[in-house]
């Protein structure tokens, strides 16, 4: 069965500091996808990235960054520079190839990040 | 940019009472997919939905839901006799093949 764990319920920083938000999954799947949706106090879920399983590089876009470890089974999201507009729940998800076609998402719980201006 | 639109936006439903949540999925996309999020909660996967059928659900999904896809363009989730914890907001989703999940603004469903 996949799971997704997201550690980290709550974190605070001061506005332009840099924030790692933290993604550990399960799956026994050898081709997965793993995804970051942010979900502003509006309510709405704001898709922010996918990755393949097969594609281990890392990758920036803007001031957002992800860090995807085989080895660790880890799929990391680093905000430098943050922002008010940043504060949001973001939640990690994955979804197995397997079940083709279905590709359901499993969320983490999610982490609630508040910038402090 | 196309949109997964849903409405309403807030319903207010009376314990046992029925109620048809409505999307209108991305027109080219060919995967619906129903999750719910109790407040304060992660976002739970309901129900996918391809090629006209349920292609699977969760433990979630009992016989008081079903899904229909009535026309070419909505896509309903309805609870047949609703319960106070199936409070909660409900988002749908759709995508194309090989692309990610693009979801609706989701539906508030407070059950009184």
């Known amino acids: 069965a996949q799971k997704v764990t997201q550690a980290q319920t709550e974190i605070s920083v001061v506005e332009k500091e840099d924030v790692t938000l933290d993604c550990v999954y399960e799956?026994?799947?050898?081709?997965?996808?793993l995804f970051w949706y942010k979900q502003p106090p509006s309510g709405e879920l704001v898709f922010l990235i996918r990755?393949?399983?097969?594609?281990?590089q890392n990758e920036i876009s803007g001031r957002y960054s992800w860090n995807f470890q085989k080895s660790t089974s880890s799929f990391n999201f680093t905000i430098t520079a943050s922002q008010v507009v940043d504060s949001a729940v973001y939640f990690c998800?994955?979804?197995?190839?397997?079940?083709?076609?279905?590709?359901?998402?499993?969320f983490g719980t999610g982490t609630r990040l508040t910038i402090i201006p | 940019e196309p949109e997964v639109t849903q409405t309403p936006s807030h319903q207010v439903t009376q314990m046992g009472q029925e109620v048809i949540l409505r999307c209108v999925p991305i027109?080219?996309?060919?995967?619906f997919y129903w999750y719910r999020q109790i407040l304060g909660q992660k976002v739970e996967f309901l129900v996918s939905?391809?090629?006209?059928?349920?292609?699977?659900k969760s433990e979630i999904f009992d016989d008081q839901f079903s899904v229909e896809r009535p026309d070419g363009s909505n896509f309903t989730l309805k609870i047949r006799s609703t319960k106070l914890e199936d409070s909660a907001m409900y988002f749908c989703?759709?995508?194309?093949?090989?692309?990610?999940?693009?979801f609706g603004d989701g539906t508030r469903l407070s059950i009184l």
């Open positions: 989703a759709s995508r194309r093949p090989n692309q990610p999940q693009h």
């Open positions: 799956t026994r799947d050898t081709t997965y996808y």
């Open positions: 990755r393949n399983s097969f594609d281990e």
């Open positions: 998800a994955l979804s197995e190839a397997s079940n083709f076609g279905n590709e359901k998402l499993t």
């Open positions: 027109s080219n996309h060919l995967y």
């Open positions: 939905f391809y090629n006209n059928e349920i292609s699977e």
